[in-house]
Nanobody, 125 residues
Framework: QAQLVESGGGLVQTGGSLRLSCAAS????????MSWVRQAPGKGPEWVSA????????TYTDSVKDRFTIARDNTKNTVYLQMNSLKPEDTALYYC??????????????????WGQGTQVTVSS
């Protein structure tokens, strides 16, 4: 069964760091352009970052540029999101999602071909 499983979320203070992981099983992650999206309480979904298949092209929403870094290790079937200088407004449920055709900048996970169940990130002030 093809699935994505996120991990690495948790509670951190403002200014802290977390590294999220997204592990694929049952399929080859290297066939997918990967994104991270998030949904904060009471807000709509927001696309955060994306990476191409080879890992050489990355893109970010403005609010996380210079703080977050997306990366992938296709040998480990895993995508990462390194989050530094975290702010309370980064608090959200973070999902990884994959698209077989191109980089997608959609916040709605249902626009992707596959997505995980999410990992909670909470940043305290």
């Amino acid at each position: 069964q093809a699935q994505l499983v996120e991990s690495g979320g948790g509670l951190v203070q403002t200014g802290g760091s977390l590294r999220l992981s997204c592990a694929a099983s049952g399929f080859t992650l290297s066939r997918y352009y990967m994104s991270w999206v998030r949904q904060a309480p009471g807000k709509g979904p927001e696309w955060v970052s994306a990476i191409n298949i080879e890992g050489g092209i990355t893109t970010y929403t403005d609010s996380v540029k210079d703080r977050f870094t997306i990366a992938r290790d296709n040998t480990k079937n895993t995508v990462y999101l390194q989050m530094n200088s975290l702010k309370p407004e980064d608090t959200a449920l973070y999902y990884c999602a994959g698209d077989q055709r191109h980089i997608t900048r959609a916040g709605n996970i249902y626009e992707y071909d596959i997505w995980g169940q999410g990992t909670q990130v909470t940043v305290s002030s």
